[in-house]
């Protein structure tokens, strides 16, 4: 008799200072990567559906390597972030900004160096997009353009004077990967917890046709 597979999600994990975690297959380690446009990192985790926490992720390396990953547990440190706790050690993984692989299981209570933002692959797209001024443009309800974001570390998109948090707008981040080449559409973003979201209308440029001959 066949059993089913249960269902799963796979997430990739930006660190605080808006790197991805990764996958260094020289040293089969894991390390730390810029955040780059359009490129998955080598590392991800299939975790359960429904995606509750605490839970125990199944990390996979995109380059299959021998060495095994310690037991981690994923736990929810504040809303759309999380951490990884070692039980057999009893401390978190630790992403710091000291160098490409500056990754360590050592640190002894979570902050902000041990905290990362669970993203799916409609978030990867949604955010590659929105770095990219000349393909996604937004304006706000006055249709006033806003200035072409920066990504900045606490997870967030510095537009101009103004911070964006990514884990405020999750759902604003897959409605952006979902729209299509010369197509518009209207979502919300939430600049603030304290604060209600504003509109937006996004809009992705459609591609340029080669001249007639």
């Given at each position: 008799?066949?059993?089913?597979?249960?269902?799963?999600?796979?997430?990739?994990?930006?660190?605080w200072?808006?790197?991805m975690?990764?996958?260094?297959?020289?040293?089969?380690?894991?390390?730390?990567?810029?955040?780059?446009?359009?490129?998955?990192?080598?590392?991800?985790?299939s975790?359960?559906?429904?995606?509750?926490?605490?839970?125990?992720?199944?990390l996979?390396?995109?380059?299959?390597?021998?060495?095994?990953?310690?037991?981690m547990?994923l736990?929810?440190?504040?809303?759309?972030?999380v951490?990884?706790?070692?039980?057999?050690?009893?401390?978190?993984?630790?992403?710091?900004?000291?160098?490409?692989d500056?990754?360590?299981?050592?640190?002894?209570e979570p902050?902000?160096?041990?905290?990362?933002?669970?993203?799916?692959?409609?978030?990867?797209?949604?955010?590659?997009l929105?770095?990219?001024?000349?393909?996604?443009?937004l304006?706000d309800?006055?249709?006033?353009?806003?200035?072409?974001?920066?990504?900045?570390?606490?997870?967030?998109?510095?537009?101009?004077d103004?911070?964006?948090?990514?884990?405020?707008?999750?759902?604003?981040?897959i409605?952006?990967?979902?729209?299509?080449?010369?197509?518009?559409?209207?979502?919300?973003?939430?600049?603030?917890?304290d604060?209600?979201?504003?509109p937006?209308?996004?809009?992705?440029e459609?591609?340029?046709?080669?001249?007639?001959?």
């Amino acid at each position: 008799m066949m059993t089913e597979t249960p269902p799963t999600l796979r997430l990739w994990f930006m660190d605080w200072f808006g790197w991805m975690l990764d996958h260094n297959s020289l040293k089969d380690a894991l390390c730390r990567t810029p955040f780059q446009e359009g490129r998955l990192p080598g590392l991800s985790a299939s975790v359960p559906l429904p995606f509750q926490l605490p839970c125990r992720p199944l990390l996979e390396k995109r380059i299959s390597m021998p060495r095994p990953f310690p037991e981690m547990e994923l736990r929810e440190h504040a809303p759309n972030r999380v951490v990884f706790f070692l039980p057999q050690s009893g401390t978190y993984l630790r992403s710091a900004p000291t160098g490409a692989d500056s990754i360590d299981f050592g640190a002894p209570e979570p902050r902000e160096w041990e905290t990362f933002f669970p993203m799916t692959m409609e978030m990867l797209r949604g955010l590659s997009l929105i770095l990219k001024p000349d393909i996604v443009s937004l304006k706000d309800d006055a249709g006033h353009s806003l200035p072409a974001p920066a990504l900045q570390h606490g997870f967030t998109l510095q537009f101009g004077d103004r911070s964006l948090p990514l884990f405020l707008n999750t759902a604003a981040l897959i409605q952006i990967g979902q729209i299509m080449p010369g197509n518009t559409t209207s979502l919300a973003l939430t600049w603030s917890a304290d604060t209600p979201p504003t509109p937006v209308t996004a809009s992705r440029e459609a591609p340029t046709q080669p001249p007639s001959p």
